[in-house]
């Protein structure tokens, strides 16, 4: 099946365009809105456009909110990476997120297997089970202090693998203005 897009009206009286998306690998039906404003419904590939459909209907108020939020804030739309400068910002991300990660795990006691960098549609970075750090090739357009915030993040879940109090308490604990870098990094696209 292909993306379908679709139109929900809110409170406020937007109209806020959705995208509807199957997925083998969704195991429950998500919700998803992008920094540029894009929504996207996803659902397991076995669920009907209605589930989404509904999913986005019960949501219509948080969808409202959130989209004021981005409204009132301007994002910055980072550069885009081709096929004839991706291999130079591989590299260039590469030497600047070993040293970051390198200099934190020294000073904090952090053991990390490999560090991998992708192109990533929707986040900055990940930690597996495995301990592999995985980084967006797009770190590369960020300032340096937006950088140590998204190594420090991805660090700190090697001691813990959710977003609970003690992980936001050793976040807060290397970089006491983690909220303030977060809100900035906010402000960026990927696209």
């Not at 109090?165 to 696209?189: A, H, Q, T």
């Amino acid at each position: 099946m292909s993306n379908e897009v679709r139109t929900i009206q809110l409170r406020s009286g937007t109209l806020a365009e959705y995208e509807i998306r199957k997925s083998k690998r969704a195991k429950r039906s998500s919700l998803t809105l992008y920094p540029d404003g894009r929504l996207v419904a996803t659902i397991p590939w076995f669920r009907t456009v209605l589930a989404a459909t509904r999913l986005v209907q019960q949501q219509r108020d948080w969808i409202d909110r959130q989209l004021q939020k981005i409204v009132a804030k301007p994002a910055i739309t980072l550069q885009a990476i081709t096929k004839h400068n991706r291999k130079f910002y591989v590299e260039e991300a590469r030497v600047l997120l070993e040293e970051r990660v390198m200099y934190f795990s020294k000073s904090h006691d952090f053991y990390y297997g490999d560090i991998n960098i992708k192109v990533m549609k929707s986040q900055w970075g990940s930690c597996s089970t495995k301990k592999n750090l995985n980084f967006n090739l797009k770190l590369v357009f960020l300032p340096r202090d937006l950088v140590d915030y998204i190594v420090v993040h991805e660090l700190c879940h090697l001691k813990e693998m959710n977003h609970g109090k003690k992980f936001w308490d050793l976040v807060e604990s290397i970089l006491p203005d983690y909220e303030e870098r977060e809100e900035r990094l906010s402000k960026y696209v990927m696209r």
